[in-house]
């Protein structure tokens, strides 16, 4: 197989389709690159995303095509232009043209699906990540009021150790809480009604991995 980046030799008739599939794009989603696939090439028409993307594989490879990454999702980059070819790869009639438009939109549902999801992942990070930082505030107060001092790595042990206790039920994550962190059990009580265990803990282990920076 040729060094990667080396274009030792030209495309087969599979990957000149793949690079066509590309249309005007350098840059293009996976699933748009699948789907505008099967309807250029007839004669390939029922290859399965599996063979695909084995052949993506293959041209990433030979340094026809390399990954990036597009709104969180999988993509790739032509690294092949016409010079290199000896032939045109852009659509050069109308068919090639609408038969592109049509692959887009058979692969719009599955992107949306898929940056539906990825928006949901960031609003949960975010989400969890402030409330980890609301719990940190309360129990750095509570410091302040009972020692007149915030340490950072007993901030850091406290969140740890709710970590754990939580990993294995609300009610040792409750005893622990009561035990050795007591001005902070109304937030935390509140948090876990409102949002759930996996949403608390999601929270005390950003939180707990951010603090972690600085505690020592």
């Known amino acids: 197989m040729p060094e990667r980046g080396m274009h030792a ?15 005007w794009s350098i840059v293009e989603l996976e699933e748009t690159l699948y789907e505008r696939f ?13 063979t695909f993307q084995s052949h993506l594989r293959e041209m990433e490879a030979k340094g026809f095509i390399s990954p990036v990454r597009l709104h969180g999702m999988k993509g790739y980059k032509r690294l092949l232009a016409d010079k290199d070819l000896g032939k045109s790869v852009y659509p050069n009639v109308p068919l090639d043209e609408i038969r592109l438009a049509l692959g887009s939109v058979k692969a719009r549902p599955a992107l949306e699906k898929a940056r539906a999801s990825t928006r949901v992942s960031e609003d949960l990070f975010s989400s969890s990540e402030s409330v980890g ?84």
């Open 38 to 50: 099967l309807h250029l090439s007839a004669a390939r028409s029922l290859v399965p995303r599996d």
């Open 133 to 216: 930082v609301a719990i940190q505030a309360a129990l750095e107060n509570c410091m302040l009021r009972e020692t007149g001092r915030i340490s950072k790595g007993a901030v850091h042990e406290h969140m740890k150790n709710m970590c754990q206790a939580l990993s294995k039920s609300e009610e040792d994550l409750f005893e622990y809480i009561r035990d050795q962190t007591p001005g902070i059990l109304i937030e935390v009580g509140q948090i876990l009604r409102s949002h759930g265990p996996d949403f608390l803990l999601l929270s005390l282990r950003l939180t707990e991995a951010n603090i972690r920076k600085y505690s020592y």
């Open 9 to 23: 030799e030209p495309p087969n008739a599979i990957e000149l389709d793949i690079i066509r599939s590309f249309g």
